[in-house]
């Protein structure tokens, strides 16, 4: 399984991915699902994947064209006018992708081959924008109703997000939020595993603010873990307490 | 969908179940998941059902026999000498349930019949236990390691527990714990809903030491839901903020 997270905020776009893949919880491996291309000063585009690791990496290999030398790559994001054709190149490539895939498995490949795309970033002269896109290649844009998107193994994160989230909060309050929702993850989820990779882009930018890959041993992590129990324990008791001889 | 949790703790057993069944977001009822039967001072067993419902009625309406007419019933869980017996009858009629609708549906029917039972209670004499029964038959018995079991809609609500479970906390902190779980839940998804029903089996009493129906208008709910939102931002907020220039 995996978990990834991309939320807009007014100032800009935080993004967190985890790096766990497994087939089997017996052959667990760490890979890359958070890519990013830019052009400095003009363009920054940044995607987060889930699902089958073979069809993503597929994607991601043809939106690079990998599969032609090096002299003659060019990465169509670069020549997209806005971010809505970047989200539908993407949407089409996922879609034939994974269409071979199930085509050539049959029926029996049913679900098997499926994987979700979240695409974040922003073109000069235009508003940053956050994408969705399922596996039939369509997809849906973030809109202040619906501010963030998660794939993957999305449930157990959720509901701190929800209560949590407000689009003015700072962009570090951002990273913040979502490390209490990736740690609520990993404490339920043995699908989803360190290191996680972190992205703030913040707005007008076309370069990340930062960048940073979370670790067993990063510090603020290991704060952010332990005091969170502590928090919500304290949070607990700061309800009022419930009684048997209730009147209501 | 549903949302169930059963909780071993020191002092007794604490349950709640919610009462929202749907097929299809247009087709939503009210229906009662949990069920009690009790021989005051000598036994008390619950059961909380989740999935297909007309399987777990059916196997409700078998332990009570039902079918038959009013005065040739009796009910096997009074006569089941400890609560393993009790969970292996309930097991035996969950799967042989599951089985007929399975096989008169036939392999269009994959997955569609299952469903999963926690059964709880305690007979004179014996310890309070714990059981989740699952679709097979076959179920697995809360321990100090396990104390607790959710089934149905279970992943929103399974952070809180995790952090906020302590086997020496008080019944009522128990009753508090899962209010928050289920709060969690029903604001994340809309196949979960009030109103919610709550048992307390206070350890050798052999009768609900408490019995409670949430709805809407539930004072104390409403009360933990709006102050959980306000104690988790500040729980949030007590944690350090993130910083993008560390050194670590």
Avoid at 13 to 40: A, H
Wanted: aromatic share 10%; glycine share 8%.
């Amino acid at each position: 399984m995996t978990y990834c997270v991309g939320m807009m905020l007014d100032k800009g776009l935080v993004l967190m991915s985890d790096t766990r893949t497994n087939s089997g919880v017996d052959n667990i491996s760490v890979f890359r699902k958070m890519f990013t291309w830019q052009e400095p000063g003009e363009r920054i585009i940044t995607v987060m994947t889930a699902g089958n690791l073979a069809s993503t990496q597929a994607v991601v290999s043809q939106l690079e064209e990998r599969m032609k030398e090096p002299g003659q790559r060019e990465n169509i994001l670069f020549e997209a006018p806005t971010m809505f054709n970047v989200a539908t190149e993407i949407g089409k490539l996922l879609r034939s992708t994974i269409g071979e895939r199930q085509s050539a498995n049959g029926a029996r490949g049913q679900g098997k081959f499926t994987a979700s795309i979240i695409v974040a970033g922003q073109i000069k002269g235009m508003e940053p924008r956050l994408f969705m896109i399922y596996p039939e290649g369509n997809f849906i844009e973030a809109s202040l109703d619906t501010p963030f998107f998660q794939i993957g193994e999305t449930k157990y994160g959720r509901p701190i997000i929800i209560r949590g989230y407000d689009r003015e909060m700072s962009l570090e309050d951002g990273v913040k939020l979502l490390m209490v929702s990736f740690d609520s993850t990993l404490k339920a989820n043995l699908s989803v595993g360190l290191p996680l990779d972190l992205q703030v882009i913040e707005r007008d930018t076309f370069e990340p603010k930062h960048q940073h890959r979370i670790t067993h041993d990063d510090t603020y992590f290991q704060t952010i873990s332990a005091g969170w129990g502590d928090a919500l324990k304290h949070a607990f008791h700061s309800l009022p307490d419930y009684s048997f001889y209730r009147e209501d």
